[in-house]
């Protein structure tokens, strides 16, 4: 009959050739290989079936802009499964590189202080045949029981090693188990977290 509706078929899930677990990668590496190797569309007729331009669907698949919400549904109506994948991708995506610029930001500004703090002993000369203590106020590079106490800010032990550039997982661990017989971290919910005393203050002083 011509007024019966018919049933929606449900669109297939293309598999990927590569993983889709690793870290920092734009939901438009994902989305182009679909166009491309499965369903086999140039992203001219792709935008032109979603409704959108050329340049915005390029900008997209290239990593150059962000999938927004409308987008995601959009791309989803087209090649098939969740538009929260693309999304949570997305999330992921610019909450890596978000981290990433603040700790270059942090490692710079540590760097500085400890150039700044090296500058009067190179003045005064070897005196001591100690290391100098740094100026009141100023502290050279983070050791890594300190790095790993300012990490713990509700993030995982992988979350902390990964944060920990050029550290090695085991050592990470080591300080991690450090601070909790310390006192200094706990874990909830398999995050770590700065513990507090009974007055509410963080205990970050280390040992």
Known sequence: MLGASQPTAKRAEYPVRRPLRRPAVHPGVLMREILEDHLKLTIAEAARRMGISRPALYAVLNGTAAVTA????????????????????????????????????????????????????????RRRATTPKPAAGKRGLPSLGDQVLALATGMTQQEI???????????????????????????????????????????????
């Not at 944060?163 to 919910?189: F, L, S, T, Y």
Request: charged share 30%.
């Open 70 to 125: 409308e987008m995601a549904l959009r791309f989803a109506r087209l090649a098939g499964g969740a538009p929260e994948l693309y999304l949570n991708m997305q999330t992921t995506y610019d909450l890596e590189a978000a981290r990433q610029r603040l700790e270059r930001e942090i490692e710079a500004a540590h760097q500085d202080k400890g150039t700044q703090a090296a500058a009067p002993a190179r003045q005064r000369g």
């Open 161 to 207: 090693t990964a944060a920990c550039k050029g550290a090695r997982p085991n050592h990470v661990g080591v300080a991690i188990a450090r601070h909790k017989r310390a006192g200094r971290i706990e874990e909830r919910d398999g995050k770590l977290y700065h513990a507090a005393d009974s007055n509410g203050a963080t205990r970050r002083s280390l040992t």
